[in-house]
């Protein structure tokens, strides 16, 4: 079946740095991508969201990149902080299709 | 957003029982999820909860082994069945409102 998935399944940066976390999606029809954050028990919490007809969109501190052409979609956190700590996870969606499909998740760790 | 509120947070149970997970919602939402996450792993779509009838399930994910109730729009209840310690995941409700999912904090099973 259709699949979403990470390039890299751990991330460590130092406090301050800028990171990015990646994640490629093989389902063309695909046209409503998310990010979350998952801490360590707790459920995942909604970070941002892309439509396909746009190839950027920032929040506070976060910018979600999609590459259509490639079907690649990153998530950069600026001035990355101890908090930000935790496994992100991209999910897709597809056309009138409400289900998610999420991608393995990347567990990023901030060094003081 | 809306407030989703589950439980229990954590069980401990022996192989064999059940357990009903509870998730309350502080509006009412028209689409409801349950979501298993085993551990170290990505969020699996178990159902929808569809109120006032029957949940619809994932392929792999049967009525008799995961139960779901849909009495009203605020409410929805997952039983895990005859558990055996494979059974042993995070379970998440999940609603979508304006297109985006938010999730609830969980229910870390763990079968023994």
């Known amino acids: 079946g259709e699949s979403v998935g990470l390039h890299l399944p751990t991330l460590s940066v130092q406090e301050g740095d800028n990171s990015i976390i990646n994640c490629a999606y093989s389902?063309?029809?695909?046209?409503?991508f998310i990010w979350y954050k998952q801490e360590s028990g707790k459920g995942p919490q909604f970070i941002i969201d892309?439509?396909?007809?746009?190839d950027k969109r920032q929040g506070q501190r976060v910018t979600v990149l999609l590459n259509k052409t490639v079907k690649h979609l990153s998530l950069q956190i600026a001035a990355t902080q101890p908090g930000d700590s935790a496994v992100y996870f991209c999910?897709?969606?597809?056309?009138?299709?409400?289900?998610?499909?999420f991608g393995k998740g990347t567990l990023l760790t901030v060094n003081p | 957003s809306a407030v989703i509120s589950q439980k229990p947070s954590r069980d401990i149970c022996q192989r064999g029982t059940s357990l009903t997970i509870q998730c309350q919602v502080d509006?009412?939402?028209?689409?409801m999820f349950w979501y298993r996450q085993q551990p170290g792993q990505s969020l699996t779509l178990i159902a929808t909860?569809?109120?006032?009838?029957?949940?619809?399930?994932e392929s792999g994910f049967v009525i008799d082994k995961f139960p779901i109730s849909r009495p009203n729009l605020t409410f929805s209840t997952l039983t895990v069945s005859n558990m055996s310690p494979e059974d042993s995941s995070i379970y998440l409700c999940?609603?979508?409102?304006?297109?985006?999912?938010?999730f609830g904090q969980g229910t870390r099973l763990t079968v023994v």
């Open positions: 999910a897709e969606r597809g056309g009138s299709n409400y289900k998610l499909t």
């Open positions: 389902n063309s029809a695909s046209d409503y």
């Open positions: 892309i439509r396909s007809n746009m």
């Open positions: 509006s009412q939402v028209t689409m």
């Open positions: 909860a569809n109120q006032g009838s029957e949940a619809t399930y």
């Open positions: 999940s609603i979508l409102t304006d297109q985006r999912a938010f």
